[in-house]
């Protein structure tokens, strides 16, 4: 899933500084499920900024509303009316979700309340880990399942650095090589004959280094 | 037990958030007795686990001076983590009120003997001493 976490509360306090009806909205898509800007996290931010406005002697009208998603048309909708009823709309969606309102809602003046992470997986309660980069050229089914696009601090396609030591990444200490982890698994499963393989120079253009990415399955357009 | 002085309720106003074991005594009888002040307002749940952190913040923006929240010991917990888990959401608000420039001693987390009166007229004589060296955050 999409991880993101709140932008410091001074941040969206700057943001809003001239702002004196506003909703906040969230979204039960990846970002309540990382507990970033689902329904709790919505009551959260709109008492703190409730909060901090009136400590500064500029109280603020602030509603709460949670969308299913708002990376969808559909759910969006709404909005386009409704929203115009504020000054600004704070987004507690991912990047995705604020730039879907900015597309769909010309009229309304819309405001990110996070900041969009990584795509991870959730490692226990309130821990999450990158696991992949969306790169767009997958090379999973040579590396075990484990993603060095993603895992290796350089990104690298043929084995681990000279830094890499006792299984652990030069950059620190608590950050398991990939590599080393990619040998290992290859080599208990009598797959180290991948390794033998030499991964080409990686193009980076299916990554989003060509461009603003669209995925189009014609058999489901309208 | 020594009782509150009468000039507690000018301090301003605290909320306790606890549960249906922290306070197994009316809070009408220990305000009655004088060993609460009128200005503590007392929140009851079925467990601080239920606790959410918009409801610790909702209280200072309704005007609180300060807010508490008096869970069980960890290892007397009905629901085994459930103050454990307050005291984590305390934690969080204590964050949000330093990003807000509030202090965060503000806001509390007391763990109590399940049923005793004595550690929660403690703690609210702490919070009521914390507010006085602190100020008054309200104006608001």
Redesign the interface.
Known sequence: MIIAEQKPLDEILEMISGVERLLVLGCRGCVAVCSAGGDKEVGALASALRLGRKKAGKPIEIDEDTYVRQCDPEYLEPLEEDGKRYDAVLSMACGVGVNFIADRCPGINVLPALNTTFYGANLSSGEWAEMCAGCGACVLHLTGGLCPVARCAKSLSNGPCGGSVGGRCEINKDVPCIWHQICEKLTSRKQHQLLREIVPIRDWRPSGHGGPRRRIREDLLP | MSRLKNNSCQVGKIVVFCCNYTTSVSTDTLREAGLIPENLDVKKLPCTGRI???AL??A??QGAEAVFVAGCRSDECHNLSGSRRAEKRVGYTKR?LE????DPDRVEMFFVHRGETQPIVDAVREMTTRIAKLGQ?HS?
């Open positions: 959410e952190v918009s913040l909702d200072f923006e949000l990003e807000l420039d509030i955050l608001i």
